[in-house]
């Protein structure tokens, strides 16, 4: 890859981050910093994603109508809340500033043969979000493994309502890979809705940005990752975006898997 079109993937990337901090030991004082390093000399991350009970302080910095969106986890990370929680959590999310909403499907029980337990899930959460707030349904790739069994989850929460399907939490062994990418973005292919996509866990470096990317546009078109289509669930990539972008250093070598 030139240093021309690793400079254009890594402004690409920064336009399509969600920069995320859902460490258990998560301060404010960290919000803060996160809010700030959002906000780039070379333009703003899509969005920052965090705990439930950060929204509100995130909104106060950030104010309303603010280009960088507030994205909040629900059901997080165990997928195994009743859906009456999920959906006081996502609308106490939503009052207190959320612009996007992160769900976990209850994926233990998909594995064990409930596709209701998704769609009924995604369904009471999206009613939630209604107009109100962005839906991304996380599917929890790397534990499910079976290949139909992730294009069958991606084709429930689809079906379901989501606007967006998403790989990991970033809190188990696998996460993101681009396997996975490959069957949840010809999901969304065959759909024929418009549904976005985003991988998270494991992403760390513009070379590993470009993978994702490059799949994307063999799969949808050239021009469709834009950030109502695709987002970048990470947080340490940032450091290597601004590397990239101010020339101080050149982008390690891609390590996702495939």
């Not at 809190?171 to 969304?188: C, F, G, S």
């Not at 024929?192 to 949808?220: C, H, N, Q, W």
């Amino acid at each position: 890859m030139s240093n021309n079109s690793l400079k254009e993937t890594a402004a690409v990337a920064l336009s399509l981050l969600d920069l995320t901090n859902l460490k258990d030991d998560c301060t404010e004082a960290q919000i803060e910093a996160l809010c700030a390093r959002a906000q780039t000399p070379y333009g703003n991350t899509a969005a920052i994603c965090i705990w439930p009970r950060f929204v509100a302080h995130a909104r106060a910095i950030l104010g309303s109508g603010h280009p960088v969106r507030i994205a909040t986890v629900v059901n997080f990370p165990s997928g195994e809340m009743e859906i009456a929680d999920v959906a006081a959590e996502t609308r106490e999310a939503i009052a207190d500033g959320a612009d996007e909403i992160d769900l976990v499907i209850p994926y233990r029980k998909f594995i064990a043969g409930s596709g209701r337990a998704v769609t009924d899930m995604v369904a009471a959460v999206r009613t939630e979000c209604a107009d109100k707030a962005l839906l991304k349904v996380i599917l929890e790739t790397g534990e499910i493994k079976d290949a139909a069994m992730i294009r069958r989850a991606s084709e429930l929460a689809i079906e379901a309502g989501a606007d967006f399907i998403k790989t990991s939490t970033g809190k188990v062994a696998v996460n993101a890979t681009l396997e996975a990418a490959d069957i949840m973005l010809r999901a969304i292919r065959q759909s024929g809705r418009k549904v976005g996509f985003k991988p998270a866990g494991g992403i760390a470096t513009v070379s590993d940005a470009a993978l994702y990317l490059s799949l994307a546009e063999t799969i949808m078109t050239a021009d469709w990752a834009m950030p109502s289509t695709f987002r970048f669930g990470a947080s340490g990539v940032l450091d290597d975006i601004l590397a990239v972008l101010s020339g101080t250093q050149a982008a390690p070598a891609a390590a996702a898997s495939y």
